[in-house]
């Protein structure tokens, strides 16, 4: 399988028990994620070599975030500990029509106060089959923004497969330039694009026929979708849009497309009650479908194991998907009862 590398920032994410408020009771659980950890920690669990690039402070919350990831296999050689803080986000979980909250505080991180040249991409780079980022990353700052166009730059002139989740976050862009005037400069060197109709209109500035904060649109308009992403990006080979109806916080229909320069594929739905936890979903989509192009060597099954590996997501606290490949293969094989297995 092949040996991937992803570059972003692993933060602390603290959130109140259960669908309480933040700071309803004086108690907040910790754990480690973020979007580009998340897909990297999946990504070994479901067998890949992988390597993570970051900044991470050298004290004792930076010692955890890097066990963390080592916990599940992850490279942390390539993770330089400096900088003064971690990220931190406050994750609020949302209940029937009550939605959920993100509250960022990420101000200068290693990460957001990092600048071009900061990272050796030669060296982590080396031996490296696939990179994946996202469009996080260079929400946080101008210098990161620059890291990772360098990033991204780097990887294409080795010849190495880029994927990007745009994963549009509309509280980050605030350093003077926007989403769509830094990923102008980005999606050139890209070879797979996810995101949802969403990041498509906010993040890379298309337009959209349809209303996307109603939860969903007709089939055809994500088929027009992803088509105008490849016409609009000559280097892209595949557009991946992933579709959720929000019924409610707790009730989710999931689901997504996927087009390459093949043809044009719709994923399976899955009804999702009783949501345990959807953050991290999209990400589980994301290392599920570069999982799946390797190892299933079809594009259609690779779209099915990701909306599969991703719908399991919701059924489990915190960021990480940990699901193994075996388990996601039986979701997709139709063992979706939830029968104890003994």
């Not at 294409?156 to 989740?165: N, Q």
């Not at 990041?199 to 027009?224: F, R, T």
Request: negative net charge; aromatic residues 8%.
């Amino acid at each position: 399988m092949k040996t991937i590398a992803a570059f972003g920032e692993i933060m602390l994410r603290l959130s109140p028990p259960g669908s309480e408020r933040l700071f309803q009771t004086p108690a907040l659980s910790a754990r480690f994620g973020g979007g580009e950890a998340n897909v990297a920690v999946s990504l070994a669990i479901l067998g890949h070599r992988v390597r993570y690039v970051s900044i991470c402070p050298a004290n004792e919350i930076g010692d955890a975030a890097v066990a963390a990831l080592q916990a599940w296999g992850v490279e942390t050689d390539h993770i330089l500990r400096r900088g003064k803080r971690l990220g931190v986000y406050f994750a609020e979980r949302g209940s029937n029509q009550r939605a959920g909250k993100v509250i960022y505080d990420r101000g200068h991180s290693g990460l957001a106060e990092a600048a071009a040249g900061d990272v050796h991409w030669d060296a982590a780079l080396a031996g490296i089959d696939w990179f994946h980022t996202t469009g996080i990353t260079p929400a946080l700052s101008e210098g990161a923004a620059e890291l990772t166009a360098q990033a991204i730059r780097t990887a294409r002139e080795k010849g190495i497969m880029v994927s990007l989740d745009l994963n549009f976050r509309s509280k980050l862009w605030n350093y003077g330039r926007t989403a769509p005037e830094v990923m102008a400069e980005i999606m050139p060197y890209v070879d797979l694009a996810v995101g949802n109709e969403e990041d498509c209109q906010k993040s890379l500035g298309m337009e959209i026929d349809a209303d996307v904060e109603s939860g969903s649109l007709p089939a055809a308009a994500y088929e027009k979708l992803t088509a105008a992403l490849l016409d609009r990006y000559p280097n892209l080979r595949l557009a991946a849009i992933t579709l959720r109806e929000s019924r409610s916080a707790d009730c989710n229909v999931w689901s997504a497309v996927l087009r390459s320069r093949k043809g044009f594929y719709r994923g399976p739905r899955y009804d999702i009650t009783d949501i345990v936890d959807r953050i991290g979903s999209g990400d589980a989509f994301a290392a599920g479908l570069i999982h799946g192009l390797d190892a299933l060597g079809d594009e259609e099954q690779a779209l099915a194991f990701a909306v599969a590996a991703s719908c399991l997501k919701h059924t489990l606290p915190g960021d990480f998907n940990l699901f193994t490949e075996r388990e996601v293969l039986a979701l997709m094989a139709g063992e979706k009862s939830g029968r104890i297995k003994r």
